[in-house]
């Protein structure tokens, strides 16, 4: 009777360890989930704000590329063209003199930098579904700019028997439309998108105001030819997409607030 007690030994300190470290083991990693949640929601807030403050850069840049492309692109033409007469598009035309500064410049680059600012504010007004329009119609006004890039007219204003009836051709002329339709829209719909949303709402006013704006300075320029009121408007526009990248990297600078 007294080997059957000896050979049954009682649980050991060691036993009654390993069950404690399993205990203290699970309220270790229940402790850790909250701050696995933190660490992801901040780290994916970090990339965000790094992504808006590119999509503000850009933003910043639309006038200036876009400018470039015409204002250049408009020099280096011949004499007899004029850019308070002749329309932008003749710029990039196949008989034009270096396209590329109005095609790759001021169109494609200038196309591809409202892309990521629509972008940017897409991720900003989210998920306000009227954010989200907005965005989506700046977003197509950037696809069509670029596009005008690529769709090249035939020939200039100035050539000789100038028919520009290609496809490439009437497909700019589409393009024209379809970006001229989306350019008076977004801003409209971004105004009051911004008036819905606290932190954007001091920007609604202006962004209202964009386009009668230029539609006013358009009126006002073409006493000195279609051009000047074309690139009045164009470059009223821009300014606008400016306006709101800079109002995008201001929301990015403010401090964010720390965990209690």
């Not at 006038?63 to 250049?72: D, E, L």
């Not at 500064?101 to 409202?114: A, E, K």
């Not at 907005?134 to 090249?152: K, P």
């Amino acid at each position: 009777m007294a080997a059957a007690e000896v050979g049954a030994p009682e649980p050991g300190p060691a036993l009654q360890l390993a069950g404690g470290g399993y205990r203290e083991l699970n309220e270790l990693q229940r402790s850790i989930r909250p701050m696995r949640g933190y660490v992801a929601r901040r780290v994916g807030a970090e990339r965000d704000t790094r992504f808006l403050r590119i999509a503000a850069m850009c933003g910043l840049a639309v006038p200036v590329t876009s400018a470039m492309g015409w204002a250049v692109g408009g020099l280096a033409q011949r004499e007899a063209y004029s850019s308070t007469e002749d329309d932008i598009s003749d710029l990039g035309a196949m008989t034009a003199s270096s396209p590329w500064l109005y095609n790759q410049i001021g169109s494609n680059l200038t196309g591809l930098l409202i892309v990521v600012l629509a972008l940017g504010v897409w991720l900003s007004l989210a998920p306000d579904t009227l954010g989200r329009l907005g965005a989506a119609a700046l977003l197509l006004v950037g696809v069509g700019v670029f596009l005008d890039g690529l769709f090249r007219l035939d020939c200039q204003g100035i050539d000789v028997n100038c028919q520009n009836d290609s496809w490439h051709s009437d497909a700019d002329k589409m393009e024209s439309r379809f970006t001229v339709a989306f350019t008076l829209l977004s801003p409209i719909i971004l105004a009051f998108a911004f008036r819905r949303v606290a932190e954007w709402r001091d920007s609604w006013v202006p962004t209202l105001a964009a386009i009668p704006l230029s539609i006013g300075l358009g009126i006002l320029f073409s006493v000195l030819g279609d051009g000047a009121a074309t690139r009045a408007t164009t470059l009223t526009w821009t300014l606008w997409a400016a306006f709101v990248g800079l109002r995008l990297l201001q929301k990015t600078a403010r401090p964010q607030p720390q965990p209690v």
